[in-house]
């Protein structure tokens, strides 16, 4: 299932001045480097949540996230998600919305369609809602990473970025040894133009699988 937005229009955003400035990176070149194809639409494949924790808890490969109870869907809305990720796939934002809408109206458990209705309302243009959903998210589930990095993400393509640093930091305080979590947390501190040891320090434990960092490192100034 879906995780974060490479079939819509979704970027982490590096705030394009600041990279222009500090690190010799056009606006062209920023939006394309840090696309988030693995931020939420992960390799995982179309499993049910327990995939996508099992993701999360191997984010990285010898420490896990908190454990958590694994949750099998419902199988009527396991097929609603799966007809929404179909309609995703074509860009029909509004019919994969109402398919999540009913996945998770038959099993209100059910998170990684939860996530992925909120990825497609903030698709769709719909942040607030998006926003809203993403912190429900995170209220009722906090063992689950993901709610937390794509809705720090989400805030820095608004250029929310305080708000965002706050978000990724509840991140990393959940999974400290996150990939994702410290991917987030670098570029946004970034984009505040925190050229920090910090923003360092992450973007070096990120860049064993993200090479978007890496790059970022190479032009640090």
């Given at each position: 299932?879906?995780?974060?937005?490479?079939?819509?229009?979704?970027?982490?955003?590096?705030?394009?001045?600041?990279?222009?400035?500090?690190?010799?990176?056009?606006?062209?070149?920023?939006?394309?480097?840090?696309?988030?194809?693995?931020?939420?639409?992960?390799?995982?494949?179309?499993?049910?949540?327990?995939?996508?924790?099992?993701?999360?808890?191997?984010?990285d490969?010898?420490?896990?996230?908190?454990?958590?109870?694994?949750?099998?869907?419902?199988?009527?809305?396991?097929?609603?998600?799966e007809?929404?990720?179909?309609?995703?796939?074509?860009?029909?934002?509004?019919?994969?919305?109402?398919?999540?809408?009913?996945?998770?109206?038959?099993?209100?458990?059910?998170?990684?369609?939860?996530?992925?209705?909120?990825?497609?309302?903030?698709?769709?243009?719909?942040?607030?809602?998006?926003?809203?959903?993403?912190?429900?998210?995170?209220?009722?589930?906090?063992?689950?990473?993901?709610?937390?990095?794509?809705?720090?993400?989400?805030?820095?393509?608004?250029?929310?970025?305080?708000?965002?640093?706050?978000?990724?930091?509840?991140?990393?305080?959940?999974?400290k040894?996150?990939?994702?979590?410290?991917f987030?947390?670098?570029?946004?501190?970034?984009?505040q133009?925190?050229?920090?040891?910090?923003?360092?320090?992450?973007?070096?434990?990120?860049?064993?699988?993200?090479?978007?960092?890496?790059?970022?490192?190479?032009?640090?100034?």
């Amino acid at each position: 299932m879906r995780g974060f937005l490479p079939v819509v229009s979704g970027t982490l955003l590096l705030a394009p001045a600041l990279l222009a400035q500090n690190a010799g990176i056009n606006p062209a070149t920023t939006r394309a480097m840090i696309e988030v194809s693995e931020m939420g639409r992960s390799t995982i494949k179309p499993e049910s949540l327990a995939g996508s924790v099992a993701f999360e808890q191997g984010d990285d490969p010898t420490i896990s996230a908190h454990p958590v109870t694994p949750h099998e869907p419902l199988p009527a809305a396991r097929k609603a998600a799966e007809k929404a990720e179909h309609l995703a796939k074509r860009k029909q934002q509004e019919a994969a919305i109402a398919k999540y809408r009913e996945a998770v109206a038959l099993d209100p458990a059910y998170f990684q369609a939860w996530n992925n209705l909120a990825l497609e309302l903030n698709a769709a243009g719909k942040t607030d809602e998006a926003e809203q959903v993403f912190r429900r998210l995170m209220q009722s589930n906090p063992e689950h990473v993901l709610a937390f990095t794509n809705l720090a993400t989400v805030l820095s393509g608004q250029k929310r970025y305080a708000e965002a640093e706050a978000v990724a930091r509840q991140a990393m305080k959940l999974h400290k040894f996150s990939f994702k979590a410290n991917f987030v947390l670098g570029t946004v501190l970034i984009d505040q133009g925190k050229w920090s040891d910090e923003a360092k320090i992450t973007l070096q434990y990120a860049q064993v699988k993200y090479a978007e960092a890496k790059t970022l490192l190479d032009r640090w100034p």
